[in-house]
């Protein structure tokens, strides 16, 4: 189970962080996603974290601007998103699962970042 969180309403240029709770043992199992989904378009991967956070990835769009990191023993995981940009503002889902699938989604948590 994935429990999201933390989504809001921030400025450009802002920062917020939103965290995904998973249920005992997720992260020493799985690799850990964070996606987005703008209405209308197709779901795209944010970043992921695995290995206790040695093995990191990013997307070109976010990279130097979001960062991933977890905490394996109290099973969250995080998503810092700083300079946050209007085309940032997307639904944004944590998922988990072996690497390219398949994935446990939790549910999304709504990120707004307003010009």
């Known amino acids: 189970q994935l429990q999201a969180s933390g989504g809001g309403l921030v400025q450009a240029g802002g920062s917020l962080r939103v965290s995904c709770a998973a249920s005992r043992g997720t992260l020493n199992h799985y690799v850990m996603n964070w996606f987005r989904q703008v209405p209308g378009k197709e779901r795209e991967f944010v970043a992921s974290?695995?290995?206790?956070?040695?093995?990191?990835y990013y997307a070109n769009s976010v990279k130097g601007r979001f960062t991933i990191s977890g905490d394996n023993a109290n099973n969250i995981v995080w998503l810092q998103m700083n300079n946050l940009k209007p085309e940032d503002t997307a639904v944004y889902f944590c998922?988990?699962?072996?690497?390219?699938?398949?994935?446990?989604w939790g549910q999304g948590t709504l990120v707004t970042v307003s010009s």
């Open positions: 998922a988990a699962g072996p690497t390219g699938g398949p994935y446990y």
């Open positions: 974290f695995s290995r206790g956070g040695d093995s990191l």
